[in-house]
């Protein structure tokens, strides 16, 4: 019988293959004294491997800068510039002559010295630095003991390879194309392991913690970096389900060119405005700017996560226009400072809370702390010249919010205009609906702004008071809930009244299941991930809009999540065209006490 093992994914994607256990710690160190009249020749040893280590490093630099952004091979400059610290360097010499150890134990101590010094800093992003000591002292270490990593470089088809911690160095010695998932025990989506595989786009999980221990080697597994899991020993039909998804997605991804070329629109000719959510300028390297209208979604604060201290005005002028010029024209939204619950950040301390995900958050702090948010805005406001700029608000709560936030844009639009600097002349304002109350007077919010954006992530976790991330809940989550989708089509009704713009994100904006419900309630905007884009593109072309509300019509009035679900594979069997919606999902014998949940991610890996 197959398990399933929660994580957080950090790169998106499938994979399916054997497990490869890489050992990055615990390698025998042996320990031995070293004669006067050696010294000088266990030092030229030590300064030999540095040497070797620094060789390999700037290879890698060269074989990687054709795949991935300048800024991530950055990561291995570093390191380069670790092995050339004179201090460093120096101090591994100074112990091997002083105490008359081998090199192996001197440049354990030092690494251990210096590491530990990291880590004792109350600072996430220094904190960080000790991976790449570590990363560096294995390096050397390898090359002393010229010890060579055969499992690695003889990586059959399908590998996945399961570390602790998966470090840079790794990828000097692994055939990128032979790797078809990473599972991490310990680090999050933003340690230097988890970005490389991102930029590669390879299916990447974290945090499985003491569970990755308990996945043998050899043992076949699942890896879906779109739900965030790892099913272990799958079962045939798991199996099969997957390829066929893995299929689908090779196939979409042929298709891609095609979909480009081709409008956004049903088969009936509706069309459909599709966004990309990013969270920095290294997503837009890896997007095909084809497959969608412009950013309904720019994460700013993982901006802010990736410093060690607030960007000035200035810099965040710098990074905002470049965006807006990138996108040539056409429409960015940027969402103001979202930091508290999950997204810390490391030089901003913010007061432990039982229930962080309902404390402060989002637009709570920036409004208590609002220079941060008059600095950001400004710098959105300059940066308006170069493009269409639309400025969403996040986890708002009350119309008072808004009405505040919307006090500070137009003070700081008049004060530029007093002083003569240009601004641009089409800058909307809107905020996030992910509140459940703020939506219950959405009329009143509506004459409050320029559109709306549903965070349905949070929005979903609020209207079933179900954390996601728990497993003990987490298969409460789920987005076919009639009380969800009833939710979301009275949004969609009011926005529609009042003439206003209303986007949807989140996964569910992702979900091509979704996409002829959310089309029948009267979606025409969708906001996701880059890597949903050619689905939810091909699924809108498979359906028409009359068929889509007549869908929606007739599933607004049933009971469970499960009913709902069957009505869709039914439809997606008949009117559906059977294209995007409903495939393989027919129910197997043994499913009649799965949740609708539970049911969708056995078969469709969601």
């Not at 509506?446 to 809940?473: P, W």
Request: glycine content about 8%.
């Amino acid at each position: 019988m197959s398990k399933e093992i929660q994580a957080k994914s950090a790169a998106p994607g499938i994979a399916i293959g054997m497990v490869l256990h890489l050992r990055n710690s615990g390698e025998f160190i042996p320990t031995r004294k070293i004669a006067e009249s050696g010294v000088q020749a266990e030092v030229e040893r030590f300064i030999s491997a540095m040497d070797r280590a620094k060789e390999s490093l700037l290879g890698l630099i060269e074989k990687l800068s054709a795949k991935i952004s300048s800024k991530d091979t950055d990561i291995y400059r570093a390191q380069v510039a670790l092995l050339e610290d004179p201090g460093f360097v120096q101090d591994i010499k100074s112990l091997i002559a002083e105490e008359k150890v081998n090199a192996e134990v001197a440049l354990q101590r030092v690494v251990g010295k210096y590491e530990a010094a990291f880590e004792s800093i109350d600072n996430a992003a220094i904190r960080q630095r000790a991976s790449d000591i570590r990363d560096v002292g294995r390096q050397v270490l390898q090359n002393l003991l010229r010890r060579q990593q055969e499992k690695l470089i003889s990586l059959d088809e399908g590998m996945i390879l399961a570390v602790d911690e998966f470090l840079p160095s790794d990828m000097a010695q692994i055939d990128t194309e032979k790797v078809h998932g990473i599972l991490m025990g310990e680090g999050g989506k933003y340690t230097h392991g988890a970005i490389l595989a991102k930029s590669l786009g390879i299916p990447c999980l974290v945090g499985l913690e003491s569970n990755l221990r308990k996945v043998p080697e050899g043992t076949e597994v699942i890896l879906d970096g779109d739900a965030g899991r790892l099913i272990v020993d799958p079962e045939e039909e798991e199996l099969q389900l997957f390829g066929e998804k893995l299929k689908e997605s090779s196939e979409a991804e042929k298709r891609t060119w095609e979909v480009r070329l081709s409008p956004s629109e049903t088969l009936d000719g509706e069309r459909i405005r599709l966004y990309a959510n990013l969270e920095g300028l290294r997503d837009l390297e890896s997007v095909d700017e084809g497959l969608f209208e412009g950013v309904g979604l720019f994460r700013t604060e993982f901006v802010f996560m990736e410093r060690l201290m607030f960007p000035s005005e200035e810099e965040q002028l710098i990074l905002y226009k470049t965006v807006l010029e990138r996108m040539g024209g056409r429409r960015v939204t940027f969402r103001t400072l979202d930091i508290g619950g999950d997204k810390p950040l490391s030089y901003f301390r913010t007061p432990k809370e039982r229930n962080p995900v309902l404390g402060w958050r989002g637009v709570r702090i920036t409004l208590q702390w609002q220079d941060l948010l008059y600095t950001q805005m400004k710098a959105l406001v300059r940066a308006s010249v170069a493009g269409k700029v639309s400025i969403l608000l996040p986890m708002v709560t009350t119309i008072e919010e808004i009405r505040k936030g919307r006090r500070i844009l137009n003070e700081i639009i008049k004060e530029l205009r007093d002083k003569g600097e240009e601004v641009g002349k089409d800058i909307r304002f809107g905020a996030m609906i992910e509140v459940p109350g703020l939506a219950m007077i959405l009329p009143a919010v509506l004459n409050e702004v320029d559109f709306i954006s549903i965070g349905t992530n949070d929005l979903v976790q609020y209207l079933l008071a179900v954390d996601r991330d728990n497993q003990r809940v987490s298969s409460l989550y789920d987005p076919f809930h009639p009380g969800v989708l009833n939710f979301l089509a009275q949004i969609a009704k009011s926005a529609r009244e009042a003439g206003k713009s209303c986007a949807i994100c989140g996964e569910v904006a992702g979900d091509s299941q979704l996409v002829p419900l959310l089309l029948g309630m009267g979606f025409r905007s969708f906001s996701m991930t880059p890597v949903f884009l050619p689905r939810i593109k091909l699924a809108a072309r498979s359906v028409l809009l009359k068929d889509c509300e007549e869908l929606y019509e007739d599933v607004r009035h049933l009971s469970t999540a499960e009913e709902v679900f069957e009505a869709v594979r039914d439809w997606g069997k008949g009117k559906g065209n059977g294209k995007g919606n409903g495939k393989g999902n027919s129910k197997k014998e043994g499913d009649e006490d799965l949740t609708a949940s539970e049911q969708r991610s056995k078969t469709n890996g969601k």
